[in-house]
Nanobody, 124 residues
Framework: QIQLLESGGGLVQAGGSLRLSCAAS????????IAWFRQAPGEEREFVGG????????YYADSVKGRFTVTRDNAKNTLDLQMNSLIPEDTAVYYC?????????????????WGQGTQVTVSR
């Protein structure tokens, strides 16, 4: 079975930064689009940002555009999320997920494999 493992979450003050990482195993990493989603307490899971198979296309939610950056390293089978200028509304469990068919999209139903999530908490 393939596995996605997120790391790097923690508690930071508003205005600070975090870098999350997702490590993939058991999969040909470059065959998949890969993206970050998040789920805040009491809220629906939402798309954050993603990158296409070869890294040629990136796509970000408007709420994080200009603050967050996704990067992939196909040689290392990793996906990173650099999070800057954090605000309390960014508090959520962050997940990485992969998509095989079709295009890179923000629709979570197209992503078939998910990590366990890592908690990000932004204090005031």
């Amino acid at each position: 079975q393939i596995q996605l493992l997120e790391s790097g979450g923690g508690l930071v003050q508003a205005g600070g930064s975090l870098r999350l990482s997702c490590a993939a195993s058991g999969v040909t990493f470059s065959d998949y689009h890969i993206a970050w989603f998040r789920q805040a307490p009491g809220e629906e899971r939402e798309f954050v940002g993603g990158v296409s198979r070869t890294g040629s296309t990136t796509y970000y939610a408007d709420s994080v555009k200009g603050r967050f950056t996704v990067t992939r390293d196909n040689a290392k089978n990793t996906l990173d999320l650099q999070m800057n200028s954090l605000i309390p509304e960014d508090t959520a469990v962050y997940y990485c997920a992969t998509k095989y068919l079709g295009l890179l999209t923000p629709r979570q139903s197209g992503y078939s494999y998910w990590g366990q999530g890592t908690q990000v908490t932004v204090s005031r």
